[in-house]
């Protein structure tokens, strides 16, 4: 099941909708090295950002890369899901000389991570009972709603992607019933959790409660909405947060209950550390745990959020390193330069 290595150096990358983030791997035994990232808007294309994030790399030039990619990996033409780029392999491979690509899903790379990262790299929310060997789940809320799983096999960690962020969220209490209309109002009539959990969730979500409230929104970017929740000067901010968090929790807890996760959950992506005063509230552990007949369980799931500036580069980097740990399909994810 385990891989064999990737020819260094390998370049990998963490292709989001916003942001592109690349490292060189130069061999099994060193560091990587982290490259500039690069804004996905500034360019046209993958192969244009990793030439602008190469240019100053004194290094032996890469002669493979791993991708880890927001969207589904279906054949050799990979298009992203929030960011217009369609990742062409054999074009890449061409533009970079390189000998081989390999692309797997984003939040493959952020459960890489969560098998790969130090105890440190987590800010803990709650410690609890976590069970060895039993199934982890990652996700985080940034430019869209990653989620992925993580098993813990005999000397092997097996990361399980999936598009999980596109799954049903609907109300529970009075208050999402009231909340619901104006939710439908802007996004039409399926509300999924990336529909809320996300940055333009989040700015869907603000806005919608402004419109149930009658109030007139004072911000138009996630990021305003964040900072004015944290400075605590602007109530209807600090209840979209609030509102958020128990979303997400909601959604969690349900990923727990569906990947039995009892070695705990990774919270991960942009918003989760801007955030974080929020998370470590009681609303996302409440909402986490909110699942009868199956509460007490869950209860003792630990709950981590990521404190690493860029957690999918290390895992990525871990298994370029280190490939018989982590057992990845490259079963049509992974392409020579020669077609084969």
């Known amino acids: 099941m385990a ?46 950002a990793l030439i602008a994030a190469l240019e100053g790399w004194e290094g032996a030039p890469p002669a493979s890369a791993l991708f880890a990619v927001a969207g589904p990996v279906l ?23 390189l000998s081989v690509i390999m692309a797997v899903n984003d939040f493959e790379g952020q459960a890489l991570a969560a098998a790969a990262l130090p105890d440190d790299a987590w800010t803990t929310l709650r410690q609890g009972s976590p069970v060895v060997g039993a199934p982890r789940i990652v996700l985080g809320p940034g430019t869209g709603l990653g989620v992925g799983g993580l098993l813990d096999l005999p000397n092997l960690w097996v990361p399980v992607p999936g598009e999980g962020g596109h799954v049903d969220l609907g109300p529970r209490t009075e208050d999402d019933l009231a909340l619901w209309p ?11 959790g990336e529909s809320v959990l996300c940055g333009r969730g989040l700015l869907t979500l603000y806005r919608a409660m402004a419109a149930r409230r009658g109030e007139t929104p004072l911000h138009a970017t996630p990021e305003a909405v964040t900072d004015a929740a944290g400075a605590g000067d602007d109530p209807l901010a600090v209840q979209t947060i609030r509102h958020f968090v ?72 871990a298994y370029a390193a280190e490939p018989q740990h982590y057992a990845v399909s490259r079963s049509e994810r992974c392409w020579m330069r020669d077609g084969l």
């Open 246 to 317: 128990t979303y997400l929790g909601r959604v969690a807890g349900d990923l727990a209950l569906i990947y039995g996760a009892r070695g705990g959950a990774y919270i991960t992506g942009g918003i989760a550390p801007a955030i974080l005063p929020f998370l470590q509230g009681s609303d996302f552990a409440r909402s986490f745990d909110d699942k009868a007949p199956h509460s007490a369980w869950l209860s003792l799931i630990p709950i981590h959020v990521v404190a690493h500036a860029s957690p999918a580069i290390a895992g990525l980097a």
């Open 182 to 192: 104006y939710l439908h109002q802007q996004v039409g009539s399926r509300v999924s």
């Open 3 to 48: 891989g064999e290595a990737l020819p260094f150096p390998v370049i990998v990358g963490d292709v989001g909708g916003t942001n592109a983030r690349f490292a060189i791997v130069p061999s099994a035994t060193e560091p990587f090295i982290r490259l500039p990232a690069q804004r996905t808007a500034a360019f046209d294309s993958i192969e244009e």
């Open 75 to 97: 054949g050799h033409r990979i298009p992203l899901t929030n960011c217009p780029w369609v990742i062409d392999v054999q074009t890449v491979m061409a533009r970079l000389d």
